[in-house]
């Protein structure tokens, strides 16, 4: 059987087909609750089984994963979460989206949730701290909106003499507000105008690039959110087209032909939820182990895309990048 075959993804729930290995009802089953769409998603998936695996859990032999999908649907969530409770299913794996865990969160505090959220999990009231989360709950943590100052500070090296800069901004997303304050606050200090742009659709991107052409804004950088990931091709060709230097917040725009990014592995912190779901699943309790934070964070510069869009990389840049796409 083919990968591709492994995984059944369809639409709003995907479930491990357990036919196909002859899986019996009686071994636990995760519950993988996203406001992604499983098509981007499915490199986090993988990297979620994987920490599975080093932790000697493996999808197939003893364990089952459901998934559900929102598709950047927010509003969906609670709703797929209070199926996966009355399922029952043994762990919740909720990420792709702050509304995710919130959902999960709100359905069930009995049985175990893994999270994978870019926002303060204390601020939130997800957990009561780093340290000890309590309750039936813990994760991993890339404190997104955290990066927002960083990556403004970069695009102002690259351009230093752009006035005005614009940023897509998701405000179905409750974790918007947090971001958009600390980027607000870094564009200040760097003298840097901000246009924030809210966009919920195709449509709406399509709009911004063009709102932000006639106004001429130098950059475009963009809010972490799964609603953007899933238009990740779009906006990255945009940005392209109208040879706009750009920045975000995860290598895999970089990959895709985006001008630069920085942050943390988003892979990584799925291959870590993945460890901490099968810790569980052995026995250990949630509200005993820390959040995980990461340590490291990549700048990775596509010079590919430099050249496309005639744009001369700073050599301070290109010394500080991790990776260089060439």
Known sequence: MRRREFITLLGGAAVWPLAAYGQQTANPVIGFLSGRSSG???????????????????????VTIEFRWADGQYDRLPGQAADLVRRPVTLIAASGAVQAVQAAKAATSAIPIVFVTGDDPVK???????????????????????????????????????????????????????????????????????????????????????????????AIAVIADPFMNIHRDQIVTLAMRHKIPSLFYTREYAAAGGLMSYGASIADSYRQAGVYAARILKGEKPGDLPVMQPTKFDFVINLKTAKAIGLEIPNKLLALADEVIE
């Open 124 to 218: 939130l009231g997800l957990v009561a701290s780093f340290n000890r989360p309590g309750g039936n709950i813990t994760g991993t943590s890339p404190v997104a909106q955290q990066m927002e100052a960083k990556r403004l500070e970069l695009l102002h090296e690259l351009v230093p003499k752009t006035v005005s800069i614009a940023m897509l901004v998701n405000r179905s997303n409750a974790s918007a507000d947090m971001q958009t304050k600390e980027a607000e606050a870094a564009a200040l200090a760097l003298g840097r105008q901000l246009h924030l742009i809210n966009v919920t659709s195709a449509a709406d991107i399509d709009g911004a690039f063009a709102n932000l052409v006639q106004r001429g804004d130098g």
């Open 40 to 62: 981007e998603a499915q490199y986090v998936v993988a990297a979620f089984i994987k920490g599975l695996g080093e932790a000697g859990i493996v999808v197939g032999q003893n």
